[in-house]
């Protein structure tokens, strides 16, 4: 890995990945032949792109019970206990609405009330993620919604990875799809003879999986535009070169695109960290995808000072950042922007991907700046109530009137002098 020197109030930026003209081009067809022919153009796709020519679109109760079956029984235990866990973590995140009572039995309030149906997608291709199907649903059960659908590209044998099943079954979702790519969004927001449509489209996929969702937006709902992953960590001299090695490869490893950067007070950290990394990659079995990822979007940065290391991670704004320092509580709370924050040695970013119960869907491309991780109000809209009496509207209606008329808005101010008196 490339090694640095920081210079003193210097912003990190990470190159982003927006896609280009082409596959603009072909993701926008897929949508428009979605649209138009349904199932048979996603058949077609399908067949085109992952290598198989599904009869049925829909898993199975038979095929769910085959993937159940397939999967140890120590690691369905783990997926039980890591749903466990994400549930009571985003359990803490559900809000109810509020009445704020005003004179004379006037009052305001809000109501929050979860989506009828979202659309979840699970990636798949490269590695089989049954977390995500963790992460993407519990929160969207918290929050209440009804119709849960999931759609994840399968394998060229025509079925999903064991793992996704085995997750959708210990989540009670039976409406799973096995299609993937631009035609399995096209599906979730127009809908075609077999697949209805929903409200709002989530989870991480490929580059054209984050251009559909762009280009679907308005007619749904999307989380976010998912970019490769990332990770950075702060690390000082207390830090273990082969441990921050090793976490830096954890994200390298998802994708050729994907971005891992270390910050350190430390150049002998800086230097060993660097031949770790050499060394660990040699073993890795993810080996060509972790290097280009390492070579093209890694770096070692050397701070002066750990405000300095603290202000650079500030401007990259990452999707993951560990910090592994003395007093490492006291310098994440110096921490503004970073989709989610791992204090501590043994708080490695995996811990979060899986288990701890904290959701790992969360924003890239710096928009940690503005974004947050998929939580429980992702699922939720709120509306605004109001209830005013007769003697609240007398006292205001002079006021509001008065507001619409400077506005040049003579209808609103009749509307609401229109009332106040019996009526025939």
Same mark, same amino acid.
């Given at each position: 890995?490339? !090694?640095?020197?920081?210079?003193?109030?210097?912003?990190?930026?990470?190159?982003?990945?927006?896609?280009?003209?082409?596959?603009?081009?072909?993701?926008?067809?897929?949508?428009?032949?979605?649209?138009?022919?349904?199932?048979?153009?996603?058949?077609?796709?399908?067949?085109?792109?992952?290598?198989?020519?599904?009869?049925?679109?829909?898993? %199975?109760?038979?095929?769910?019970?085959? /993937?159940?079956?397939?999967?140890?029984?120590?690691?369905?235990?783990?997926?039980?206990?890591?749903?466990?866990?994400?549930?009571?973590?985003?359990?803490?995140?559900?809000?109810?609405?509020?009445?704020?009572?005003?004179?004379?039995?006037?009052?305001?309030?809000?109501?929050? %009330?979860?989506?009828?149906?979202?659309?979840?997608?699970?990636?798949?291709?490269?590695?089989?993620?049954?977390?995500?199907?963790?992460?993407?649903?519990?929160?969207?059960?918290?929050?209440?919604?009804?119709?849960?659908?999931? %759609?994840?590209?399968?394998?060229?044998?025509?079925?999903?990875?064991? /793992?996704?099943?085995?997750?959708?079954?210990?989540?009670?979702?039976?409406?799973?799809?096995?299609? /993937?790519?631009?035609?399995?969004?096209?599906?979730?927001?127009?809908?075609?003879?077999?697949?209805?449509?929903?409200?709002?489209?989530?989870?991480? /996929?490929?580059?054209?999986?984050?251009?559909?969702?762009?280009?679907?937006?308005?007619?749904?709902?999307?989380?976010?535009?998912?970019?490769?992953?990332?990770?950075?960590?702060?690390?000082?001299? %207390?830090?273990?070169?082969?441990?921050?090695?090793?976490?830096?490869?954890?994200?390298?490893?998802?994708?050729?695109?994907?971005?891992? !950067?270390?910050?350190?007070?430390?150049?002998?950290?800086?230097?060993?960290?660097?031949? &770790?990394?050499?060394?660990?990659?040699?073993?890795?079995?993810? &080996?060509?995808?972790?290097?280009?990822?390492?070579?093209?979007?890694?770096?070692?940065?050397?701070?002066?000072?750990?405000?300095?290391?603290?202000?650079?991670?500030?401007?990259?704004?990452?999707?993951?950042?560990?910090?592994?320092?003395?007093?490492?509580?006291?310098?994440?709370?110096?921490?503004?922007?970073?989709?989610? !924050?791992?204090?501590?040695?043994?708080?490695?970013?995996?811990?979060?991907?899986?288990?701890?119960?904290?959701?790992?869907?969360?924003?890239?491309?710096?928009?940690?700046?503005?974004?947050?991780?998929?939580?429980?109000?992702?699922?939720?809209?709120?509306?605004?109530?109001?209830?005013?009496?007769?003697?609240?509207?007398?006292?205001?209606?002079?006021?509001?009137?008065?507001?619409?008329?400077?506005?040049?808005?003579?209808?609103?101010?009749?509307?609401? &002098?229109?009332?106040?008196?019996?009526?025939?």
């Amino acid at each position: 890995m490339k !090694i640095t020197k920081l210079a003193k109030g210097i912003s990190l930026k990470r190159p982003l990945e927006g896609g280009n003209e082409e596959q603009l081009k072909i993701v926008r067809q897929v949508l428009a032949d979605v649209r138009a022919q349904g199932d048979s153009a996603i058949r077609t796709y399908t067949e085109k792109w992952d290598g198989f020519a599904p009869d049925n679109l829909r898993v %199975t109760k038979a095929e769910i019970k085959e /993937g159940v079956e397939a999967i140890d029984a120590q690691l369905f235990a783990d997926l039980t206990e890591a749903a466990h866990n994400i549930r009571v973590y985003h359990e803490q995140q559900k809000r109810s609405g509020y009445r704020l009572e005003l004179a004379d039995g006037s009052w305001l309030g809000q109501r929050i %009330t979860a989506l009828d149906a979202v659309g979840l997608y699970v990636p798949g291709g490269t590695a089989a993620y049954p977390s995500s199907v963790l992460m993407n649903v519990i929160p969207a059960q918290v929050a209440g919604v009804e119709r849960i659908v999931i %759609t994840s590209p399968a394998g060229r044998d025509g079925k999903l990875p064991a /793992g996704v099943l085995a997750a959708a079954h210990i989540l009670g979702v039976e409406e799973v799809y096995k299609i /993937g790519g631009a035609q399995a969004i096209a599906a979730l927001a127009y809908g075609t003879e077999t697949i209805q449509a929903v409200d709002k489209i989530t989870g991480p /996929g490929n580059i054209y999986v984050a251009l559909a969702k762009r280009e679907v937006f308005g007619e749904v709902a999307i989380d976010m535009i998912a970019g490769p992953s990332e990770i950075a960590v702060i690390a000082d001299d %207390t830090a273990f070169a082969d441990e921050v090695a090793a976490d830096l490869l954890s994200q390298a490893e998802h994708d050729k695109m994907a971005c891992a !950067i270390l910050v350190t007070t430390s150049e002998q950290l800086a230097h060993n960290v660097a031949l &770790e990394v050499e060394k660990q990659l040699a073993t890795l079995p993810r &080996e060509e995808v972790a290097r280009a990822s390492i070579e093209n979007f890694g770096a070692i940065y050397i701070a002066e000072t750990m405000s300095d290391a603290v202000e650079a991670i500030n401007s990259l704004a990452p999707e993951h950042l560990e910090i592994v320092t003395k007093n490492a509580e006291a310098v994440a709370e110096q921490v503004r922007h970073a989709g989610g !924050i791992f204090i501590g040695r043994y708080s490695s970013e995996p811990v979060g991907d899986y288990f701890a119960g904290t959701n790992h869907v969360l924003p890239t491309n710096s928009t940690a700046r503005f974004a947050s991780g998929l939580n429980v109000d992702d699922f939720v809209k709120k509306s605004s109530i109001v209830y005013y009496t007769e003697k609240t509207w007398a006292t205001n209606a002079p006021k509001i009137a008065r507001l619409a008329r400077m506005e040049g808005l003579e209808g609103h101010a009749r509307a609401v &002098e229109s009332r106040g008196w019996e009526k025939e």
